[in-house]
């Protein structure tokens, strides 16, 4: 009986460690371990600029004046919302699991680079964000700017959005991998069609033809976020573009 029991736990042990180099080798053919950190740092960092995007929506409509009994908390929510999103970015670029990676020696790494730069480029919008001039009366031009400002927004929760089902589905775990990279490249492609229309369209032109331009701090900071986001899709989308990441399950 216990011979058969070590028989048992030694073709157990010897199963667990051909999983353990059979997973290796596959981390190893794509990049290693830490490129599957790395796009777990990427998600994280979007889903802390699509906080800091509602946030920011958030604090719009309180500051649109509609509803004396909610504006109070639906501006303090918001700022929280833009306050811990900033908080999940520089969390992944500055935290003790980045300091890790870059002991270990991948600071050099290409995606590491790439993660950089795309985190710095998320804290662009978010500082923009934050720091959006609202001050004066909500005029109906100030009103037009804001809804351009939720567009631009909404098209980053797109593109960032879009951006974790390509990663997701370029890991290679499921039989649905196909669609969500479909899927998620679709997303990317209309945040990139919105963000242009509101940038480019027949809306913004009739505003600055009626002189709300550069000299208007508002729309300034209109088109600040606007290329501050562009750059952000713009790296979201060449991740995407990326040779897949593929752990043969």
Do not use: C, W
């Amino acid at each position: 009986m216990k011979s058969k029991k070590r028989l048992l736990g030694a073709v157990t042990a010897g199963a667990f460690m051909l999983t353990i180099g059979f997973f290796g080798t596959a981390y190893a053919e794509h990049g290693g371990e830490a490129s599957m950190d790395m796009h777990h740092m990427h998600i994280l960092m979007n889903h802390g600029l699509e906080m800091v995007a509602e946030g920011s929506n958030l604090v719009m409509l309180a500051k649109m004046n509609m509803t004396a009994a909610l504006d109070p908390m639906t501006l303090e929510h918001g700022q929280n919302m833009i306050k811990n999103g900033r908080e999940v970015i520089e969390h992944v670029l500055k935290g003790p699991e980045m300091q890790a990676m870059h002991k270990a020696g991948h600071g050099d790494d290409p995606l590491m680079k790439y993660t950089h730069e795309l985190g710095n480029a998320e804290l662009a919008v978010v500082d923009l964000l934050e720091n959006m001039n609202m001050e004066g009366p909500m005029t109906d031009d100030m009103m037009t700017m804001h809804h351009m400002h939720i567009m631009i927004n909404h098209a980053l929760e797109m593109a960032t959005q879009g951006s974790n089902m390509v990663m997701l589905g370029q890991m290679g775990m499921s039989d649905v991998d196909k669609y969500s990279i479909e899927h998620g490249k679709m997303m990317l492609s209309n945040a990139s069609s919105v963000l242009k229309e509101v940038m480019t369209g027949k809306a913004m032109m009739d505003m600055h033809a009626k002189g709300v331009t550069g000299g208007n701090a508002m729309m300034a900071d209109t088109h600040k976020i606007g290329n501050a986001a562009k750059t952000v899709i713009d790296l979201l989308d060449k991740m995407a573009s990326a040779e897949p990441m593929k752990m043969k399950m």
